[in-house]
């Protein structure tokens, strides 16, 4: 059963959790693996984290998902946490190259993660959208059904767009993954999730041998 933690201090606490997590995987195993949610929710959160400014040097910043269009772009994830922190942190980011053919940039990325042999994610957050998606993980979508490799493109009908997103086995292969979701409209959804009753992409995020959290914010 998933924790939840309902937080009136969402930015802090979703900020003292990301410290937290780096501490213990730099003091165990040298390296803090942390993959990026895109969106709007994490903004205020990369952005505390700037503020705070840890040194980040032995940190390695995968995302989550990325839109098919180049860094620059309004709608890239990689600018929101490039403009909120990245830039201006020590941390080596492998970045979704969205402006290429999204077939290309799903084999890119899995080659820039295996430069580090057995990659394991120390912590992964992830966002939730209304219809339950996760990541890119839409509903109806091909993403949902991929076993075996841990980046892949997906045409999202819904959107009328591709995207580049993990696949369930990569985001259950971490040892925590952090849901971060905000307001009251989504709260129903995350418990009907949580009880398991029903069949939205985020339902299927259950690490093999990690630990699941909801932080929710007001
Ligand atoms: C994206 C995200 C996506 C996001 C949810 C929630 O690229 O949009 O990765 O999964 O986390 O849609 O988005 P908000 O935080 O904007 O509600």
């Known amino acids: 059963m998933p924790n939840i933690l309902h ?5 802090a606490d979703a900020t003292q959790l990301i410290l937290d997590h780096a501490a213990v995987a730099i003091e165990e195993r040298g390296r803090f693996f942390l993959a990026l949610s895109g969106g709007s929710t994490p ?5 505390n984290l ?6 980040a040097s032995r940190w390695v910043v995968t995302f989550g998902d990325e839109r098919s269009v180049p860094p620059d772009h309004a709608d890239s994830n990689y600018r929101m946490a490039s403009d909120a922190w990245l830039a201006r942190s020590e941390a080596t980011v492998l970045r979704m190259k969205g402006e290429l053919d999204p077939a290309a940039a799903a084999l890119d990325y899995e080659a820039q993660l295996g430069a580090f042999p057995d990659f394991r994610h ?3 957050l992830l966002g939730m959208g209304d219809d339950g998606h996760t990541a890119s993980l839409f509903p ?10 841990r980046v892949v493109e997906n045409y999202v009908p819904q959107l009328g767009v591709w995207r580049l997103t993990f696949t369930f086995p990569f985001i259950n292969a971490a040892r925590k993954v952090v849901f971060l979701v905000k307001g009251q409209s989504k709260l129903a959804l995350v418990q009907a999730i949580i009880e398991g009753d029903t069949d939205y992409p985020s339902e299927r995020i259950q690490p093999v041998d990690g630990r699941l959290l909801w932080l929710v914010g007001e």
């Open 50 to 55: 700037a503020k705070l400014a840890p040194d």
């Open 7 to 11: 937080s009136s201090f969402f930015v």
């Open 122 to 124: 120390d912590l992964i």
């Open 140 to 149: 109806g979508t091909t993403a949902l059904e991929e076993t075996t490799r």
């Open 43 to 47: 903004k205020a959160i990369y952005e």
